[in-house]
């Protein structure tokens, strides 16, 4: 696979030029890694149309070298990255107005842009990188197919090991050993197991609350390689299903179903949202299914664009997507069934290869 | 155990108070869950003398009841934090100069108060909240020696199951299965497994490398409960320990020793970094302790005070620090011994129960 890195510093640079900035500082830590493959969690970088300077601490002399290689200029700092900013950036020449990102810097750094480094003029920029990555190449839909492909084994060992009376924690513990045994390099975020009337909790996290026959019991995690990560949710039957429980499923896979073969480069967010949120109100469970459709995933679990009513904004083609429509009935139960969608030239392809039929665990 | 967050908000308000503000509006997360009890991932907190309003989405309605009952007026809003707030701050009489956190809250968001929140005086405030949370109570102790144990168990179930030939990842999904086990409701931050010349990165995550007879192995992690954290480091060698890995560990050991013993509130974060440092530095191996001795921990990973060179702040009583000298020789191998210390008033409590003599995974 070609290094994807100097086609995206170059676009990039294209992007600063044409608002028409001398410089990015790039703060982001998702972008850096895109823009330069460094994975530390201290860094500035700096893009011009001619250069590009990393700026990062002691702890990642090694690291940075082996991610980083030539492709940047990289600077050890030992005392603070900023006093290392105002040193490199004064003598790049020609370097007046430079960008930063605004929902990348807080206020106190911010304030550092104003005071020492006053011989600039700072503007605010928005998502000019977060753009280039909404759109994934062949390698990074590699990454997160690996990432999908390790969730599905790593659900597929854990569900055999599941016993009524084993708590939300030790089944996490099991999935999450089995990640790590398929590969996961961490966790794309805090994994989601939850039994019972829990699994209504769009956002509940493992406790001490045991699994009970008849319980639904549903899992939302991710894996991660390569920095990119996937985001897959299934929700089981502890026992026999009932009927009711049953009748939610199949409107739940129904519109997961549906929403994964309409969803297409081109439409809006709003449309994409539409087709689930349709059918589940044609199915009277509209008002059971409080967030939206779905959002985009890379080296980020939510990064643009975004599955939701209010979501005007165009799919762009390369951009994978999870697809994750849930009816959530408070102390009864929820179902959530979530995939995780390319959006190729030719359609849609869902990456995720996990059973969707109600699985029932007796 | 009494109630502790009347006293933190009342605490809180006097700062305000003592800072010429009106009221204070909260945007770290952590902050807010000292305040409130909240545990989500979306919410802005407002505190006056009189009143505490927090604010947060659909998808907490029912947890932020749970966790912040009667403490404070909770809106739910259903499509932005920010157009509530702005709705419910001019309810609030008498509020005209309002502190933000100034470390805790985006350029972009920063941008909204300038904007649609113009209607208010903003000061840049540091630290209010923190500085309250540097001197844990008796009930923060509890819960930090809690997640130190579910620490020290899990990496006892842990380290007879090592075997040569094993895969980092591997070793990490032992550890964190047992962290699961034990009770950990998520990880204090990603786990550090790393064997033989990698065991000299500071900040290695576990890869595919492959454990090999006669490896340094060095564990850094940490459990988490009723959001508190726990951060413990322990170095075995797996196989028969080398003379030259022994002599490096005693140094280590005897440098943790010595910083635990002495650390105390009173004294400066430079002073008890020296006592572990000046060690290290009189057996030859100064150059090889990269990083500073410790920082404090509660419910982030890394808080105040810090353990540094660089640290002239005196430590609080009350505080829980970590003590973690480390000898990394590159291309070789590193040793990190890591404890969590509480400086109570009459001196200081090691809170971890972990064996520091060398352990040989034979």
Not at 247 to 269: D, I, Q
Request: aromatic share 6%; proline share 4%; hydrophobic share 45%.
């Amino acid at each position: 696979m070609a290094d994807a890195r100097p086609r995206r510093l170059a676009a990039l640079s294209d992007a600063v030029t044409a608002a028409q900035l001398d410089a990015l500082l790039v703060t982001g830590l998702a972008n850096i890694r895109y823009l330069t493959g460094f994975s530390g969690s201290s860094a500035l970088v700096v893009v011009t149309p001619r250069d590009t300077l990393l700026i990062t601490d002691f702890r990642y002399q090694t690291q940075v070298v082996d991610e980083v290689g030539a492709l940047a200029r990289v600077v050890i700092e030992p005392v603070s990255l900023w006093s290392g900013l105002w040193e490199h950036l004064g003598a790049m020449g020609g370097v007046k107005v430079v960008g930063f990102e605004s929902p990348h810097i807080v206020h106190r750094d911010f304030q550092r842009l104003l005071e020492a480094g006053s011989r600039w003029q700072w503007r605010a920029t928005s998502d000019l990188v977060e753009r280039l990555r909404e759109r994934k190449d062949e390698g990074e839909v590699a990454c997160i197919q690996r990432a999908v492909d390790v969730a599905g084994r790593a659900l597929a060992r854990t569900l055999p090991a599941v016993r009524a009376g084993m708590t939300e924690l030790a089944v996490a513990g099991l999935l999450e050993h089995a990640l790590r045994d398929e590969g996961s390099e961490g966790f794309a975020f805090p994994s989601i197991v939850a039994a019972g009337a829990r699994s209504a909790l769009p956002h509940a996290q493992p406790t001490g609350h045991r699994v009970a026959v008849g319980d639904f019991l549903l899992f939302d995690f991710g894996a991660s390689v390569d920095g990119y990560v996937s985001d897959v949710t299934r929700t089981v039957v502890v026992g026999r299903a009932s009927a009711e429980q049953r009748e939610v499923y199949e409107v739940v896979r129904e519109a997961n179903r549906l929403a994964s073969a309409a969803v297409h480069a081109g439409m809006t967010g709003r449309d994409a949202d539409a087709v689930a949120r349709s059918y589940i109100e044609r199915h009277g469970l509209g008002e059971l299914f409080g967030h939206s459709l779905g959002h985009g995933i890379g080296l980020e679990v939510h990064e643009a664009p975004r599955l939701a009513r209010t979501a005007e904004q165009v799919l762009p083609q390369g951009a994978v997507v999870t697809i994750e429509p849930g009816v959530y009935r408070p102390g009864w139960g929820g179902v959530r069934i979530e995939d995780d969608v390319w959006l190729g030239a030719h359609g849609p392809r869902v990456l995720t290869d996990i059973p969707r039929e109600l699985v029932e665990l007796v």
